[in-house]
């Protein structure tokens, strides 16, 4: 497969010799530029109208900390080439659609289910490429066919330190909460939860389960999100120990321990290296039998200010490296 990466590869950058976007004329740093000292002066983030990313706003905010004008978008939206760059998160972007001059593309996780490979290799050929790629880890870099010669730096998951401050004073409603996507097993999880009496929120998803101890919210906003979250004692976390899901970081889990809360978890790669890594204790599924071992374990969250979005952003050095990426002068 890689083989087969490497000539499709090769073969797309024949295309982008004449592309238009090398006929910009773009030069993209300048020491000169009133409120920053970059030509860049306008990011786009793109997403699709159901995802949920949290890094997205992120992102966002950073931006705007640092006097670029930046802007979240729907995929589609006209309004795109009003910006100089436009950040993506693949998903596939076709090389043979049109963009704004500068690119920065970000792989956040691999595909999951029949023919995941292959679906990967296909966003490998047909992506269009970046002047600047953002990985989760070095996993998901190898894995996409990436080698380490291209411009690149590495972006763990982290959370708004500020956007749980606002609810450091809500009372616990919910003994437990489930904030996430919806996986294969989970409901099996929240019925167990809700049957040994412990009342349980859920985001993300409807729940079809009609029980007295579990309440339903839907799909919800980010901050209706963490308030909720910060309604409940313990969060809840499941992901199925298969690849690429048992590699990937945890939104949910950073977002519990931001709040907090405990984290009653499965055991897979991720969550046990983390838990190692930050010193905490975590309460593991299998172990829950009765409301009693949930709600009398001696959990221990972890500190994570270096996850802070913020002190997270500011070490990847993004915004200098703007500075780096002149027109032509960028590793495709």
Not at 55 to 81: P, T, W
Not at 302 to 309: H, M, T
Request: net charge positive.
């Amino acid at each position: 497969m890689y083989r087969l990466a490497l000539m499709f590869e090769m073969l797309s950058q024949l295309y982008y010799k004449d592309h238009y976007r090398y006929s910009l004329g773009f030069s993209f740093f300048s020491g000169s530029q009133g409120g920053n000292k970059y030509m860049l002066n306008s990011i786009a983030i793109e997403v699709t109208e159901r995802a949920f990313l949290p890094e997205s706003y992120a992102y966002r905010d950073y931006f705007r900390q640092h006097g670029l004008k930046c802007d979240i978008l729907k995929k589609g939206d006209k309004s795109l080439f009003d910006y100089d760059a436009v950040m993506l998160f693949h998903g596939f972007h076709p090389f043979w659609r049109k963009y704004p001059s500068i690119i920065i593309g970000e792989y956040h996780s691999l595909s999951v289910s029949r023919f995941s490979r292959v679906k990967d290799l296909i966003k490998r050929i047909i992506n269009v490429r970046s002047d600047l790629y953002i990985f989760l880890n070095e996993e998901i870099r190898k894995k996409m066919w990436f080698s380490d010669r291209k411009n690149y730096f590495l972006r763990s998951m982290g959370y708004s330190k500020t956007g749980f401050e606002t609810f450091n004073d809500e009372v616990k409603k919910f003994d437990v909460v489930y904030c996430g996507s919806y996986r294969d097993g989970v409901f099996e999880i929240i019925e167990k939860v809700a049957e040994i009496g412990l009342s349980i929120a859920v985001v993300g998803f409807e729940v079809p389960l009609k029980h007295k101890k579990i309440t339903s919210f839907g799909r919800k906003t980010l901050k209706e999100a963490r308030q909720i979250i910060s309604q409940a004692k313990v969060g809840l976390n499941y992901t199925p120990d298969v690849f690429p899901l048992n590699i990937q970081d945890s939104t949910k889990v950073i977002e519990y321990c931001a709040a907090g809360l405990g984290v009653i978890t499965n055991r897979y790669k991720w969550v046990d290296e983390f838990e190692k890594s930050r010193n905490a204790v975590f309460l593991s599924l299998d172990s829950v039998e009765t409301k009693k071992d949930v709600l009398e374990f001696n959990f221990k969250v972890p500190d994570l200010d270096d996850l802070d979005w913020n002190v997270l952003l500011d070490r990847t050095g993004i915004v200098e490296y703007f500075a780096k990426i002149e027109n032509g002068c960028a590793k495709k």
